[in-house]
């Protein structure tokens, strides 16, 4: 049964305060990993008004695209490429407050100003995914977002283990 959202606070951290606890129900005692992932997806893009979320799968050496919420994007990125690959080389999170600084940006979407991408490990430590945040404000991620876009990894990295 689909969930609705409600997600309420004056400030970025008083909404993800909110919404954390809301993904987690959602993808509680859902043993699909896709239907997990597009929920979260969903509910990051609605719940923060984010402009792009998704997620990258790693299969073998590119990051392949999985469910994700917004203008259509990027297919396929290899390794240590863009913003995606770069934290898929590096094993830890990114912010870009400008994309168009960030060298070797892949411009999926002209729209998109500023990102985060906050990677995923599985239980031997590697990385199996990457969560890719957009806004089409420059500057509009710090560490706020870090934190919060972290435990919502946590989340997609349990299901996966599940």
């Known amino acids: 049964m689909a969930e609705s959202l409600s997600v309420s ?13 809301q993904i987690a129900a959602l993808v509680e005692g ?8 597009s929920n979260t997806m969903s509910a990051l893009r609605y719940g923060m008004d984010f402009f792009w979320t998704g997620v990258y799968f790693v299969k073998e050496s590119e990051l392949v ?14 390794k240590g490429k863009g913003v995606c690959g770069s934290c898929w080389e590096k094993k830890g999170t990114i912010l870009v407050p400008d994309v168009d600084a960030f060298p070797g940006h892949i411009a999926c979407s002209s ?5 985060i991408v906050v990677p995923g490990f599985d239980a031997a430590g ?21 934190k919060y876009l972290e435990e919502v990894m946590r989340i997609l990295e349990k299901c996966h283990r599940a």
């Open 126 to 146: 590697e990385v199996f995914m990457v969560l890719d945040v957009d806004s089409d404000q420059l500057n509009d991620f710090d560490q706020t977002d870090q």
């Open 111 to 115: 729209a998109s100003r500023s990102e």
């Open 9 to 21: 606070g004056t400030t970025k951290e008083e909404r993800y305060r909110s919404l954390l606890p």
């Open 65 to 78: 695209l999985g469910p994700f919420q917004g203008p259509p994007a990027c297919t396929r990125i290899r």
């Open 30 to 37: 859902e043993p699909d990993f896709i239907a997990n992932v």
